[in-house]
């Protein structure tokens, strides 16, 4: 018979950003925890995800004293570097607050939030499998057996992660959205030269973002049919350089490549008894939107704010209200997701849904540049000020 081996106030699955910002925001409240990541310390400190921390995220750390440790980078640009048709069309963001949202690898962030978290005395266990015992009454099972029992269990491990399989299908609502392309993301050792820089074209979306003084992620639109194996370095190379409309500075190893369905989700409930859901365990957004690593510290925010109120106030009231408000921010985010996505892809490309919303796309696109309450509204969505 299994036996409880220890307890803990907060039981946190997952070490991912929305685990890891969790796990430090209760540290600074003095509010035990215990992170779970199933992966290695290595595997998780060097994935390579999205790297722009928002403004609304940046002041999420300031207000916990933790924005100069985990949170450095250079300031985020106010500039997006489109070019359209082979040509530069810089857009400049009107929204000063913007400013305040930091250039930071999701690599660096996580490495910052471990070496924050233990130098602090967190509790960080990797290579550890859980599974959730009961979430009306929060337990977790660990790979040898035992037990640990909480208060509240935070689910921060992904869409295919332990809480996400201990929600019984009957309690929980999926809504999902499918874009009907691809993007090929390919990571290649190659310095960016600026924080932004995307091309609409009528062969297709195509991007470059750095990772790291040394690397990039490019990005190029494609059919959902595509594999890897249709596109050689040589064409990537030569696809890329036609879509951007000049040659490559530079053409580095390609170390990476992989297909990338775009798509939404959403969970509905995020919370179920004990059991609460934050970032992709609860929600997906598509990645030219640069709100997946945001909206999971947006959760984190919000949640910790709740677990304060609940054992410095004993009022539960936000820990109630927790599902209801973040599904109403994160519907909200998935509205403007979904209204950039499928602008710059359908700008650029006219054989996928037609010239008509080609069309379209490109008043909308267009509008950005010559209103300044269009720009001001995406100026906010791209802050977390909306």
């Known amino acids: 018979m299994s036996t409880v081996k220890e307890t803990k106030p907060v039981l946190i699955i997952g070490a991912g950003v929305s685990g890891l910002a969790l796990g430090n925001f209760l540290l600074r409240e003095g509010i035990g925890c215990v992170v779970f990541e199933r992966r290695s310390r290595e595997y998780v400190q060097h994935r390579q995800r999205a790297g722009v921390i928002d403004t609304r995220a940046a002041r999420a750390f300031r ?8 949170g450095g980078g250079a300031p985020a640009e106010p500039n997006l570097g ?39 005395g967190g509790d960080l266990r990797f290579d550890t499998e859980v599974t959730v015992e009961d979430h009306e009454r929060p337990r977790v099972r660990l790979g040898d057996g035992s037990i ?10 992904g869409n295919h992660g ?35 820089l ?17 690397a990039s992620r490019f990005y190029l639109q494609c059919p959902l049919d595509d594999t890897t194996e249709d596109w050689p370095d040589e064409r990537i190379w030569s696809e890329l350089e036609t879509r951007f409309g000049e040659p490559l500075a530079t053409k580095g190893a390609i170390v990476e490549k992989q297909l990338l369905p ?10 179920h008894g004990k059991l609460h859901l934050l970032g992709d ?19 984190a925010d919000v949640f910790a704010d709740a677990l304060v109120r609940h054992y410095k106030n004993d009022d539960p009231s936000l820990l109630d209200a927790y599902s209801d408000a973040r599904l109403r921010d994160v519907w909200n985010y998935q509205a403007f997701a979904t209204w950039l996505t499928d602008t710059v892809h359908d700008a650029g490309d006219a054989t996928y849904r037609g010239e008509f919303r080609h069309r379209v796309a490109r008043a909308d696109f267009e509008r950005l540049y010559t209103s300044g309450t269009a720009n001001r509204l995406l100026s906010e969505f791209m802050a977390g000020l909306n």
């Not at 810089?90 to 978290?117: A, D, K, M």
């Not at 332990?162 to 009907?180: D, V």
């Open 198 to 214: 995307m091309a609409i074209h009528r062969r297709g979306f195509a991007a470059q973002f750095g990772r790291g003084p040394r």
């Open 281 to 299: 365990a609860a929600h997906i957004v598509p990645p030219m939107s640069a709100k997946g690593m945001n909206l999971a510290l947006h959760d």
């Open 63 to 70: 207000k916990r004293g933790l924005e100069d440790r985990v």
């Open 82 to 120: 489109f070019r359209v048709d082979g040509q530069s069309r810089p857009l400049r963001l009107s929204v000063e607050e913007h400013r305040e949202g930091r250039f930071c690898p999701q690599q660096v962030l996580v490495q910052n939030l471990i070496s924050v978290f233990e130098q602090d």
């Open 148 to 157: 640990i029992e909480g208060d509240f269990i935070a689910g921060c491990d």
């Open 162 to 196: 332990a809480s996400r399989n201990a929600l019984p299908e009957e309690r929980i609502t999926l809504h999902t959205h499918e874009y009907g392309y691809a993007w090929l993301v390919i990571l290649a050792e190659v310095p960016a030269h600026q924080q932004t």
């Open 262 to 271: 775009l798509r939404g989700e959403m969970i509905s409930p995020m919370s």
